[in-house]
């Protein structure tokens, strides 16, 4: 559905992109792929919020680099130049804001975590945020200068839930933030359809909660 486009920071740098859905739709979503690199699920789901009425960004965070191997995806991850990866999140929030456009940013894992960060660096532009079983923001001081609401999906046979999710939705009241929590009795990994983890009922019934989510908060 989509085509692949070259999108330039405001530093002059270049970067991949996915995009997909209308340029008429008035509200557009940032997605963020794990740290797998773009694999064809990411660009999948872009697809799928296309058909729900948003235009779908997917950007590519590791320059055309993608694995299988768990091992090698980690050494990208620890070794990502954050400042770099920066540049491309405001250009991509900024390039999908652009004519007034409501935006929303999403991820799982590595992307959830980028996803957060990215709401962080633009937060007047940025008017919801959806993230699942990610490492969280827990700073309230950081999550004080949020615009928009977040809802955070997570994963109840990962060793540290509960906790993670009572740790950020005490920071986010401490922020005076509105978070919405959903949970699955499923792993991390479970909205992919590659991983061994995939549960195919707690995918569909998590992103039918990020699209009622996205529909009211982007409305109007």
Same mark, same amino acid.
Request: with cysteine.
């Given at each position: 559905?989509?085509?692949?486009?070259?999108?330039?920071?405001?530093?002059?740098?270049?970067?991949?992109?996915?995009?997909?859905?209308?340029?008429?739709?008035?509200?557009?979503?940032?997605?963020? *792929?794990?740290?797998?690199?773009?694999?064809?699920?990411?660009?999948?789901?872009?697809?799928?919020?296309a058909d729900a009425g948003y235009q779908a960004l997917v950007v590519d965070l590791y320059d055309g680099r993608v694995t299988d191997d768990?091992?090698?995806?980690?050494?990208?991850?620890?070794?990502?130049?954050?400042?770099?990866?920066?540049?491309?999140?405001?250009?991509?929030?900024?390039?999908?804001?652009?004519?007034?456009?409501?935006?929303?940013?999403?991820?799982?894992?590595?992307?959830?975590?980028?996803?957060?960060?990215?709401?962080?660096?633009?937060?007047?532009?940025?008017?919801?945020?959806?993230?699942?079983?990610?490492?969280?923001?827990?700073?309230?001081?950081?999550?004080?200068?949020?615009q928009g609401p977040v809802l955070a999906i997570y994963a109840e046979q990962e060793r540290n839930w509960p906790d993670k999710q009572h740790?950020?939705?005490?920071?986010?009241?401490?922020?005076?933030?509105?978070?919405?929590?959903?949970?699955?009795?499923?792993? *991390?990994?479970?909205?992919?359809?590659?991983?061994?983890?995939?549960?195919?009922?707690?995918?569909?019934?998590?992103?039918?909660?990020?699209?009622?989510?996205?529909?009211?908060?982007?409305?109007?």
């Amino acid at each position: 559905m989509g085509k692949e486009i070259e999108l330039t920071t405001a530093q002059g740098e270049r970067f991949q992109a996915y995009l997909t859905g209308s340029d008429e739709s008035r509200s557009g979503i940032l997605i963020l *792929h794990e740290w797998w690199g773009v694999k064809p699920h990411n660009r999948q789901w872009a697809d799928q919020f296309a058909d729900a009425g948003y235009q779908a960004l997917v950007v590519d965070l590791y320059d055309g680099r993608v694995t299988d191997d768990a091992e090698q995806a980690a050494l990208w991850m620890r070794e990502i130049d954050q400042q770099a990866t920066d540049h491309k999140l405001i250009a991509a929030i900024e390039y999908l804001a652009r004519d007034g456009r409501k935006i929303a940013v999403y991820g799982c894992s590595f992307g959830g975590k980028q996803a957060i960060h990215a709401s962080l660096l633009k937060p007047e532009l940025v008017d919801a945020t959806a993230i699942a079983y990610c490492r969280m923001e827990t700073d309230p001081s950081k999550l004080a200068n949020l615009q928009g609401p977040v809802l955070a999906i997570y994963a109840e046979q990962e060793r540290n839930w509960p906790d993670k999710q009572h740790d950020f939705e005490q920071a986010m009241n401490e922020a005076g933030k509105q978070t919405e929590s959903v949970s699955y009795d499923a792993a *991390h990994g479970f909205t992919n359809p590659t991983s061994p983890r995939y549960d195919e009922a707690a995918d569909r019934a998590a992103w039918q909660v990020v699209i009622n989510f996205l529909q009211q908060k982007l409305a109007g």
